[in-house]
C-alpha cells in the first residue's frame, strides 16, 4: 500500500497540516498509519475523497460535529446537509435586514427621507387577503397576481388610485396584509375578493425610494418617528405603490408611499 505524507495530503486536499491534525484528534479523519518512532502520520489515496469533502463542509462552516455525521452516516448525510442549507439562508435573511437596516440609516443621512401629514378621506377598496411573510412578500409574487385580479375584477373607469396594502405594525400582525384596490363606487363581493370602507384618518407618511428589500427598515423608521412625536396609532399601516414594475422597469424608479393612521396627542 502506498501512503502519502501529511504534507502532500495537505496539499491534495487543500486541508491545512494543523487542520489535519485537528481532525485527528477529533477522530474525524485519521491518518492510515502513524510512524511509532517520528510520529509522521500517512495517510492513503482512499483517504483524498474524505478529505476533498470535509473541505468543501467546512468552507460551508458546517459544524465539525455535523461534518462526522454527513461521513460516518450516509443515510443521516442528506439530512445534515439539508439543515445546514436552511440555517445559512436564514443567515443570510439575517445579514440582508443588516444590510437594509444601515441602507435605510443611510438615507436618513440624506435629504431624502421625510415625514408629513396628511387627512386621508374615507375611501372604498375592494381587497383580497393573504398571508405572507413580511420580509419576503414581494418576491413570491403572490402580491402582484391578487393586484391583477383586483385589476380585472373592476371596470376601468371605476378605479380610484394606485394598488395598496394594509397590515399590523408589529411583527405579530405584519404578515396578515390586505392587498387592495381604490375604487369610486362598492362592488358586491366575489369569490375572494372582499369589499369594505377605509374610515377616514390622518396619516403620518414618507416616501420610500428603490428596492422593497429595504422597505421594513424605512417602516420601522417612520414607526420611531411616529412615536417619538407623541402620536397614537389608530390603525394598519399602508403601503401604496406610487411607481412599482407594472409602471417603471428600473427598481431604482421604484417610489412607495409608507402611512400609518395616527391621532394627535392630546
Not at 153 to 176: Q, S
Not at 192 to 203: D, H, K, R
Not at 219 to 224: A, D, I, T, V
Amino acid at each position: 500500500m502506498k501512503y502519502i505524507s501529511i504534507g502532500q495530503f495537505s496539499k491534495r486536499t487543500d486541508l491545512s497540516i494543523r487542520a489535519l491534525r485537528l481532525y485527528d484528534a477529533e477522530q474525524l479523519l485519521q491518518p492510515s498509519r502513524v510512524d511509532p518512532i517520528t510520529g509522521y502520520r500517512y495517510y492513503t489515496g482512499d483517504q483524498l475523497g474524505a478529505g476533498h469533502l470535509i473541505r468543501q463542509l467546512r468552507s460551508c462552516e458546517m459544524p465539525l460535529e455535523q461534518v462526522k455525521a454527513v461521513l460516518r452516516d450516509p443515510t443521516q448525510a442528506k439530512t445534515e446537509l439539508h439543515n445546514h442549507k436552511a440555517f445559512l439562508e436564514q443567515r443570510l435573511l439575517d445579514h440582508q435586514q443588516m444590510l437594509d437596516n444601515l441602507n435605510v440609516l443611510i438615507l436618513e443621512r440624506t435629504d431624502r427621507f421625510e415625514v408629513k401629514l396628511k387627512v386621508a378621506a374615507a375611501q372604498p377598496i375592494v381587497f383580497i387577503r393573504r398571508t405572507l411573510d413580511w420580509p419576503t412578500r414581494h418576491e413570491s409574487g403572490a402580491i402582484g397576481r391578487a393586484i391583477a385580479s383586483l385589476q380585472n375584477t373592476v371596470r376601468a373607469e371605476d378605479h380610484a388610485g394606485e394598488p395598496f396594502l394594509t397590515y399590523g405594525c408589529d411583527k405579530k400582525t405584519m404578515n396578515e396584509i390586505l392587498i387592495c384596490g381604490p375604487v369610486k363606487s362598492h362592488y358586491q363581493p366575489e369569490g375572494e375578493i372582499n369589499v369594505l370602507e377605509l374610515p377616514a384618518a390622518e396619516l403620518a407618511y414618507t416616501i420610500h425610494y428603490g428596492s422593497y428589500t429595504t422597505l421594513q427598515a424605512t417602516l420601522e423608521r417612520l414607526l420611531r418617528w411616529v412615536l417619538e412625536q407623541g402620536f397614537v396609532i389608530v390603525g394598519d399601516a399602508r403601503e401604496t405603490f406610487l411607481r412599482h414594475p407594472s409602471n417603471s422597469s428600473l427598481v431604482e424608479e421604484y417610489q412607495t408611499e409608507l402611512a400609518i393612521p395616527v391621532q394627535r396627542p392630546a
